[in-house]
């Protein structure tokens, strides 16, 4: 059997692509679960493809659903991975109050087949595979200390923090009942030029490239106040790995230590082209939360004693990477613009 073998559900998300790239470069064989649509979602994985050396050769991507058992377990037995990454989910908290089953569905009870897949080839085996699970910071919701350690009580308040919090314990359940080795990573924002144009980071920085090429005239946010622990997506993925290479699985908060408003962000964003976000931005009551999260602040402590692991990239770097990629982006628009071809922005931004 093949010592690095790891299989990466949610593989084609933000943090999905950093894993993979991780991993590969580590000399892992990565498998990969993508849901079957009729258009395809994996261009962040396109370079990978394209690499001159042999990691696209040691990528497979497969079709499955986090809500099929049953194909689960036929992956699971067939790949025989010595890791498994759960990163899968339906990850978008304003979404989840308008898609709560399926929400709880992928998310919650996802994580559930998924470890009874890995449970089940474990026992017939007698072979262990580690087990990663992506927790969130959204669970700590209404937060009842700040900052917040692998201790603080979950307060969620979104359907889809409710079903990161069954997904954590239930984790956490199987590692104690079953002896897995089972970890938790209680991940706080994280961001990158891959993030998905609906998430508030990125609807910021796509709108900054669009404003200061001229395609887009105003940028409306809901809560401008909010205040949350922003990362690099690309450092977090290496504590993924790093949990999973310990002697004995445990739970992790994945931080920076330092919180930062949505206001603010604006304000760095915006005057990484020169621009004072003032002059476009507006509140739309359209983007508030039912039930909203104020001030999320993790404390990493543990990670940095434990696993000698500290963020790499700076709030600030973090943000001028984010527009800078968004401003060649924005670019590439105005060309195809050009040429006649028509574009179009993410629906969650209003023009």
Sequence with gaps: MNPKRA??????GQDGSYLAE???????????????????NTGRLDAIYQ????????????????????????????????????????????????????????????SLKLLEAVRDFQDSSGYQIRYYQASSSEMYGKVVETPQTE?????????????????HWITVNYRESYNMHASCGILFNHESPRRGETFVTRKITRAVGRIKCGLQKKLYLGNLDAKRDWGFAGDYVEMMWRMLQQDQPDDYVVATGQTHS?????EKAFARVDLDYNDFVEMDSRYLRPSEV?????????????????????FDELISMMVDADIELAHREQALIKAGHRVTCSSETRL
């Design 294 to 314: 104020d001030l999320l602040l993790g404390d990493p402590s543990k990670a940095k004693q434990k696993m000698d692991w500290e963020p790499k990239v700076s």
């Design 51 to 110: 690499d001159p050396h042999d990691a696209g050769t040691r990528l497979h991507l497969h079709y499955a659903d986090m809500t099929d058992a049953n194909c689960l377990s036929k992956l699971v037995g067939g790949i025989k991975p010595t890791e498994v990454y759960n990163l899968a989910a339906q990850s978008h908290v304003r979404v989840s109050f308008d898609e709560p089953i399926y929400t709880a569905d992928a998310t919650g009870v996802g």
């Design 262 to 266: 949505v206001q603010e962000f604006c």
């Design 151 to 167: 201790s603080t009580p979950f307060y969620p308040r979104s359907p889809y923090g409710v079903a990161k919090v069954y997904a």
């Design 7 to 12: 299989l990466i559900t949610g593989i084609t």
């Design 22 to 40: 991780l991993l590969l470069a580590k000399g892992y064989d990565v498998h990969g679960l993508i849901r079957r649509s009729s258009s395809f």
